[in-house]
Each structure stands twice: as structure tokens, then as C-alpha cells.
């Protein structure tokens, strides 16, 4: 057999190497349970080939790495509800705004997308199967490389029951349904004024509300 065949586990930088990620993605995604993977005796940690495997074969194509700065103001949106998503995307498109908007349909895929670009601003539900939105904001959080990372919630739940899951932390926008467009817009278009100021504090903005 030769040398790395057939392995059943590699290390994280491996993994990351093989899904064409960083290796801090690899360490979120497992954290998150998105890849599977366990420690040693000695500490390290290994992660399952087949996850890596599987992780690239889902939906029928590879990760693919890229990185939200090169795609320009990217846009994330996540939301379980077929019919909803596509609406919420027709409705963003229709704004004629200077945005790359990429979708998701659950908690689990929406870090695979925030690993994957880097987004500028994500707009997700929070009640989903699986990973809800709770648990893909406080995995989002913990990733330095994301903490300028924009968030705005659409909240079918009231405050109080938002706070008796734990509260949201205070930088995420929250929009109660049914959600008002004008104010999403309007956070959307300070989000992309602000992540210009960052990126080029020279540049002048040529969109408004």
C-alpha cells in the first residue's frame, strides 16, 4: 500500500489542505460538527478522512476556497424555508445594489459558506434544523478572521424568547417577521458603507437608501 492510501484520519492541516480551506475553517467546521474528528492520546487532533470525503462530494461539487474581499461586498444569506429564500433573494437582488449574494439553506452549509468566502454580511434565520442560528452566530464569533463579519437576524421569535436562549450577542441587527425590507435594505446599505470605510477610507460611496 503506498504511503497516505486508504488512511483512515489526517491531521487538520491536511483536511484544510484537502478542501482547499484555512486551517482555522477545518477547526471551526469541526467544532461545529461538520467534519468529524477526535483527539490522540497525545493531544492532536484527527479528523476523518470519509468526513473530508463527504464534505467534498456534497451537493456534487468541491469547496471551493475563496475569499469575500475578491469577490467584492459578498452577502450571505440563510434560510431553511425554500419558498422564503427565494423570495428574500429576489427581493435583495432587486435592490440594484453592488453586492455578490450567495445562499444557504441551513446552519451546517451556511459555515461551510462562511469558511468558504469570508462574507462581508450575513443575513440569517434563527430557528433551523440542525445547527440553528444560535449556534452558527456563537461558531462565528469565535473565528478572529470573522470579527468584522456583519450580522442581521430575522427573528420569528420575540425578544424575551430570544433572551431566554441566550441572548444574541449585541453587534447582531435583529429584524422581526414579517421582516420589513425597507429596514433591511437600509442596514444593508450602512453594512456595505461601513465595509468600504474599513477597506478603503479614501473611498467615496456612489449608492444611497
Partial sequence: MKPGVDKPDCTTRTAAHQLGVSLRTVQLWVDSGILHAWKTPGGHRRVAISSVKNLLQQSGKQVVSRSGRDQGYVVLLIEDDADLLGFYQLTINSWGLPLNLVTAENGYEGLMRIGELQPDLIVTDLIMPGLDGFDM??????????????????????????DDRGGLPR????????????????????????????????MTTNFSI
Fill in 137 to 162: 452566530i456563537h461558531a462565528l464569533r469565535a473565528n478572529p478572521l470573522l470579527i468584522d463579519t456583519d450580522v442581521i437576524v430575522m427573528a420569528s421569535m420575540t425578544q424575551m424568547e430570544i
Fill in 171 to 202: 453587534e447582531c441587527s435583529v429584524l422581526f417577521k414579517p421582516v420589513s425590507f425597507a429596514q433591511m435594505r437600509s442596514q444593508v446599505v450602512t453594512s456595505m458603507k461601513q465595509a468600504r470605510r474599513r477597506n478603503s477610507p479614501t
